[in-house]
């Protein structure tokens, strides 16, 4: 059974960072792109930003340059690294894994359970 397990979430003040990992068992890791997304409360799944298999990496045009996607393949692990938090980042973030550099949640077919960030000013 595929597994994807987020963690790194928690609570920070607002201009702190995190760093999010997602550890994927189960699964041809080197051969799937992996993205990042969250659910703030109350609002639709939201793309952060895609990796493929050769580390090119695509983002949210929206969210600013606060974000960067990693992976290491050795270890079959997925980062996200998010700088400058700001209360608005205040979500679930999911990792996700899929077979192209998509930006639609629809496009993955594996998720994890998510991890909480909360963000206070």
């Known amino acids: 059974q595929v597994q994807l397990v987020e963690s790194g979430g928690g609570l920070v003040q607002a201009g702190g960072s995190l760093r999010l990992s997602c550890a994927v068992s189960?699964?041809?890791?080197?051969?799937?792109?992996m993205g990042w997304f969250r659910q703030a409360p109350g609002k639709e799944r939201e793309f952060i930003a895609v990796?493929?298999?050769?580390?090119?990496?695509r983002y949210a045009d929206s969210l600013g340059g606060r974000f960067t996607i990693s992976r290491d393949n050795a270890k079959n692990m997925v980062y996200l690294q998010v700088n400058s938090l700001k209360p608005e980042d205040t979500a679930v973030y999911y990792c996700?894994?899929?077979?192209?550099?998509?930006?639609?949640?629809?496009?993955?077919?594996?998720w994890g359970q998510g991890t909480r960030v909360t963000v206070f000013a």
């Open positions: 990796i493929d298999r050769v580390s090119s990496t």
């Open positions: 189960n699964l041809a890791f080197v051969n799937y792109a």
């Open positions: 996700a894994a899929g077979q192209s550099t998509a930006t639609t949640a629809e496009r993955f077919p594996f």
